[in-house]
């Protein structure tokens, strides 16, 4: 089981935002950085957020990072149907000294 | 262009062993850190090893801790996982991903499936 808690799914119509939250503890999100991924179906991950607010080049911006205290969010805007994906949130556990990766969020553009 | 190409899954028994590969290029491999993540069939992503870009520092998830070694060869800009005592939950896509930071893998390479059933 992972130690960074997603909603499971999340929707909305066209055009419409989405967040998505990860939430943590001290030892993950509220010492480290944190990373947003995105898994298009039958695709490999990409990295769509990194240091918790940069967009790497050819991201558009209408993904967008926050974190606070012990938890992170992941912003879309404008949503389009080709944002129809998993989205998993992900940062270094210095605790367990291991990676850790939230239980990803399914959006479902109405 | 930075590339990942992963090689050697397949089917295997419990108990077998495996030895998954991912060769690198388009990027100085020397310099990075590198990763493998698993997902397992319809589930998320499973974080399972890094190695520092100098094998300095290995780290292992506790699910394939003893059981699994993870090694690179930079002359050959090539990374690997070797794969031992495999159990039916290890059954997953395997994915090689370079680490530009701690928190932060920033290519990945298409997967390799390891199967493990008897």
């Known amino acids: 089981q992972s130690v960074l808690t997603q909603p499971p799914s999340v929707s909305a119509a066209p055009g419409q935002k989405v967040t998505i939250s990860c939430s943590g503890s001290s030892s993950n999100i509220g010492n480290n950085y944190v990373s947003w991924y995105q898994q298009l179906p039958g695709t490999a991950p990409k990295l769509l957020i990194y240091?918790?607010?940069k967009r790497p080049s050819g991201i558009p911006d209408r993904f967008s990072g926050s974190k606070s205290g012990t938890s992170a969010t992941l912003g879309i805007t404008g949503l389009q149907t080709g944002d129809e994906a998993d989205y998993y949130c992900g940062t270094w556990d210095s605790s367990l000294s291991a990676y850790v990766f939230g239980t990803g969020t399914k959006v479902t553009v109405l | 262009e930075v590339q990942l190409v992963e090689s050697g899954g397949g089917l295997v028994k419990p108990g077998g062993s495996l030895r998954l590969s991912c060769a690198a290029s388009?990027?100085?491999?020397?310099?990075?850190?590198m990763n493998w993540v698993r997902q397992a069939p319809g589930k998320g992503l499973e974080w399972v090893s890094s190695i520092t870009s100098s094998s300095n520092y290995i780290y292992y998830a506790e699910s394939v801790k003893g059981r699994f070694t993870i090694s690179r060869d930079n002359a050959k800009n090539s990374l690997y996982l070797q794969m031992n005592s495999l159990r039916a939950e290890d059954t997953a896509v395997y994915y090689c991903?370079?680490?530009?930071?701690?928190?932060?893998?920033?290519?990945w390479g298409q997967g390799t499936l390891v199967t493990v059933s008897s």
């Open positions: 991903a370079r680490g530009a930071a701690v928190a932060q893998f920033d290519y």
């Open positions: 240091d918790n607010i």
């Open positions: 388009g990027f100085t491999f020397s310099s990075y850190s």
